[in-house]
């Protein structure tokens, strides 16, 4: 029995976002009616009590009792009830929703998850007393937080067959039916068995809060309050990450996979997240990580994604802004989906169901693909002090070199900076590791170094400072059971003389993920690997900007899709 308290909505604003244009001379008038009635002081008995005297309404009384609401009723809190009379809601309709709630009652699923009292009751009871007059056009919040029309012949699409009735603690109101529900997508998704496996993930990170400001306080019995009606307040922590599709306030589209589809996903996605078994919580992490690879870029608000955009690019919820890509150096728009109703596209081939507040797509083809969700091209800067491990045999700390607006390199170096590694003696070799965050396992990576030249600082710069380097590069990652495990590339010459991008590692797997962990398992050693008779041809110095990581798979598909396109 969840009871949210809102205050009531204004009218001109609630109906002006439905595009109904309301005379401001009316915008007080339920105010008014409001007024009058908390003035009166008759005694006309409680809600309750009414509607156990009413004859017509004894199938929404038998209802109303079997879930607890004639405490509600009989208590404190004003209320306007919105009653379908028996002539319209027959007593085997009462009886089987008596039997539902039993029946989920049973199965130890939450009160406030109850399908009875949140679709039926709580879908005729709105907080407060809400009185019509013949001006009346408002928009009232029913305590299941949906939104009805209130004039003065209608709520939504029942008329108003009794109205106006004042009781201690409220209004009574008589329909000629039930007042219909539309689920929002959080609910939908619960009512489709073919989506279940998706509301079964989601519904893990429901919580729910006990609200003393909302609960009906009884008795204090020692000091202590006895509520006769203890309200809690639902909150999803995954859902306020990824898209409020359980609020009516927002407005959101959803791509759902089908179980089947689902299942499929699963199956191939499940080995990316294999963590090294000393990991806390291990299992639940890849339960939780493997499965939100998959929806985690499904939801849509749109608010950011009007009508006249949306067709051309849908940006999901997680989607970075351009000015965030432009910090982090990312030119890649990840969560973001072109031409999404084309064929191909991520809404193509969906079953579009509407919803109280938006649209599940039922997907039985996920077409979002994971090159522009969680599969991504990482990049790690030299000179992000984080990102250094190790510093052997060079100055330390690194050196941060600056390339400015006016050298012939600007914009050429990634955030136009990089880390100098000068020898701390003449001849020795550096060696520095870089920590490589949030691989996947089971992912065959390609790594690529960039290396700056002296003179994107130093225009100056004298010829020994610009003779090539030697570097040997060695990748180090923990084994199944979390025991550092190594495996060294070779060498590589870098030239100097321009930003050189060297391919270090190639299509190279790591058995474990070290995907969103707070430390960096994965840690790539580059040191200068020079000869004797090189130290005298070649710099110990090396100039480094970056490391970027590319799934091999993602580069390959990429090269064949500019193939197909240059084709035609």
């Known amino acids: 029995m969840r009871h949210n308290i809102y205050k009531k909505v204004r009218t001109q604003a609630a109906l002006l976002l439905l595009g109904v244009a309301v005379p401001l001379l009316y915008a007080g008038c339920s105010d008014d009616w409001n007024d009058h009635y908390d003035a009166s002081t008759a005694d006309n008995g409680t809600l309750w009590q009414a509607l156990k005297n009413d004859k017509n309404l004894q199938n929404f009384v038998s209802v109303a009792e079997a879930c607890g609401y004639d405490i509600v009723l009989n208590g404190s ?15 085997v309709e009462a009886d089987s929703l008596i039997a539902e709630f039993k029946k989920q009652q049973a199965d130890n699923i939450h009160r406030d998850d109850n399908t009875v009292v949140r679709q039926f009751l709580q879908n005729h009871i709105a907080l407060y007393k809400q009185p019509i007059s013949s001006l009346t056009n408002d928009t009232i919040t029913l305590l299941n937080d949906k939104y009805a029309v209130l004039t003065a012949t209608h709520l939504g699409n029942r008329k108003l067959t009794g109205k106006n009735e004042l009781y201690n603690n409220g209004l009574l109101f008589t329909l000629d039916g039930k007042l219909d529900y539309m689920p929002n997508i959080f609910e939908y ?21 006990f609200n003393d400001a909302k609960s009906v306080p009884g008795e204090i019995i020692d000091g202590v309050t006895h509520y006769l009606d203890s309200v809690s307040d639902l909150h999803n922590v995954l859902l306020e990450q990824l898209g409020l599709i359980n609020s009516e306030d927002s407005t959101y589209w959803m791509v759902c996979p089908t179980n089947h589809e689902w299942d499929s996903l699963l199956t191939v996605y499940t080995p990316y997240f294999n963590y090294p078994r000393n990991i806390a919580k291990r299992d639940s992490t890849i339960h939780a990580n493997s499965r939100l690879a998959i929806i985690r870029g499904a939801f849509f608000s749109r608010t950011i994604n009007p009508d006249a955009a949306f067709r051309d690019s849908a940006v999901s919820t997680l989607a970075p802004s351009a000015q965030i890509r432009s910090k982090l150096n990312d030119d890649y728009p990840y969560y973001t989906y072109h031409k999404p109703f084309e064929p191909g596209g991520v809404f193509d081939g969906t079953e579009d169901i509407a919803c109280s507040n938006g649209h599940v797509l039922k997907a039985s083809k996920f077409n979002i693909s994971k090159f522009d969700t969680f599969l991504q091209t990482l990049k790690v800067e030299a000179e992000n002090i984080q990102s250094q491990d190790s510093i052997i045999d060079a100055v330390s700390p690194l050196l941060v070199r600056e390339v400015l607006s006016n050298n012939a390199f600007y914009g050429q170096v990634s955030g136009n900076s990089f880390v100098e590694v000068v020898p701390a003696t003449a001849t020795a070799q550096v060696q520095v590791s870089f920590k490589l965050p949030d691989l996947l396992s089971n992912v065959k990576y390609d790594i690529y170094g960039v290396f700056a030249p002296a003179t994107a600082y130093d225009t100056l710069a004298t010829e020994e400072a610009l003779r090539p380097n030697i570097v040997n590069t060695t990748l180090y990652w923990p084994d199944q059971n979390g025991k550092e495990t190594k495996r060294p590339f070779g060498n590589k010459t870098v030239t100097t003389t321009k930003v050189d991008t060297l391919l270090l590692v190639s ?62």
Do not use: W
Not at 77 to 91: I, M
């Open 507 to 568: 299509n190279f797997s790591i058995p474990t993920c070290s995907y969103a962990m707070s430390e960096p398992q994965v840690k790539l050693l580059v040191k200068s690997n020079l000869n004797d008779r090189q130290l005298t041809t070649h710099s110990g110095t090396l100039r480094i900007d970056c490391f970027i990581v590319k799934p091999h798979e993602m580069e390959a598909t990429r090269r064949a899709a500019r193939r197909t396109s240059t084709n035609f």
């Open 189 to 209: 998704l619960g009512h489709d068995h073919d989506l279940d496996s998706v509301y079964q993930f989601l519904k893990r990170y429901n919580v729910y809060q």
């Open 77 to 91: 809190q004003n209320y306007s009830v919105f009653a379908p009379t028996d002539s319209y809601f027959s007593t």
